[in-house]
């Protein structure tokens, strides 16, 4: 027993978390996005990924 109290704010949290929306600034992040994606996908080829492919 006892427990109402700790579950009711769990829930009041939970809830304040759900809807929460924050402003997001879309230009940051598309510049943060499109820096770092032609980089990390340079060194990749179709040879790593059929090797992946081979084990099932």
């Known amino acids: 027993m ?3 109290r700790q579950k ?3 829930t009041k949290i939970a809830r304040e978390l759900k ?3 924050p402003d ?4 940051a992040l598309e510049a ?3 820096s770092h994606s ?7 080829s179709e040879e790593d990924f059929a090797e ?5």
Do not use: L, M
């Open 38 to 44: 032609t980089e990390a996908h340079a060194g990749w």
């Open 32 to 34: 943060e996005i499109g």
């Open 2 to 4: 006892g427990r109402g």
């Open 24 to 27: 997001t600034n879309y230009n």
């Open 8 to 10: 009711a704010k769990h």
């Open 52 to 56: 992946e492919d081979s084990h099932r």
């Open 19 to 21: 809807y929460f929306s």
